[in-house]
């Protein structure tokens, strides 16, 4: 069966949906999207993401097509349409189209894209192993906050990242921690998560904040403050979140070892109360 993607008001297979090339999502990248994982067909943590929606589209100075209802029924419908128990969902809203020209449109609609793969989540192994990484500058623009589909820097970094052998790129901007290409970073260092603050250097991510809660719910200490170069580079623990790639141990950085190499005692504390409440919160929707 093929994917069913929405486009504009209308319903049809991924392969029939089209976008005029003078769309601004096209020509400038002028557009946001978000990403929202699908378990047992009931989304995570919907409200927060539409939350974050609204604010890239307040970012940009481009209304909101959708109310949060009219979000929140189109999101079932997808998932509805496609296959599959746990997907991911994406959603991303344009400028429109227009002639080009830097300058806002007057009168353009917003292009409204949503539509739904099956979601991977990492493998056992990949989980029990960890991943490498490397270091990389932060060469992003300055409102990292905004979940952009102007993506160029983070898809440069990620290929950097996987020439090198390595899952991820951790980065520095002037000497302290951001985030990942496509992830937000955690170091651990004599029992204690630390974790950079959200501010405009990194997106707020919605794996990031449930990492958080579940911490202070376990009694595990944490500190969310500016973490500099030297603290990532001797930390014991490293671990990357992502909406799809959950809560992986970063267990090589630059081809040394993190802490002993392999996932650390906290990882292994964190990671099953990741599992566990995704669990309980798809329980309680069902
Ligand atoms: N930072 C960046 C740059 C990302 O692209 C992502 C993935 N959307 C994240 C962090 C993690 O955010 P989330 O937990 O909401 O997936």
Known sequence: MSEIVYLNGEFMPLEQARVPVLDRGFIFGDGVYEVIPVYSRHPFRLPEHLRRLQHSLDS??????????EWTRLTRDIVARNEGDDQSVYLQITRGVARRDHAFPKDAKPTVLMMSGPLSTPAKDLVDSGVPAITATDYRWLR?????????????????????GAAEVVMFRDGYLTEGSSSNIFAVKSGRVLAPPKNHLVLPGITYDVVLELAAAHGIPC????????????????????????????????????GTGKPGAVFRRIHPLYQEFKRKVMRQAA
């Open 223 to 258: 500190d969310v403050r500016e973490i500099p170069e030297q603290e990532v580079k001797t930390a014991d623990e490293l671990w990357l979140t992502s909406s799809t790639r959950e809560v992986l141990a970063i267990t090589t950085l630059d081809g040394k070892p993190v």
């Open 60 to 69: 940009i100075r481009l209304a909101n097509p959708l109310s949060d209802g």
């Open 144 to 164: 990292c906050d905004v979940k952009s589909v102007s993506l160029l820097a983070n898809c440069l970094l990620r290929q950097t990242a996987l020439d090198a």
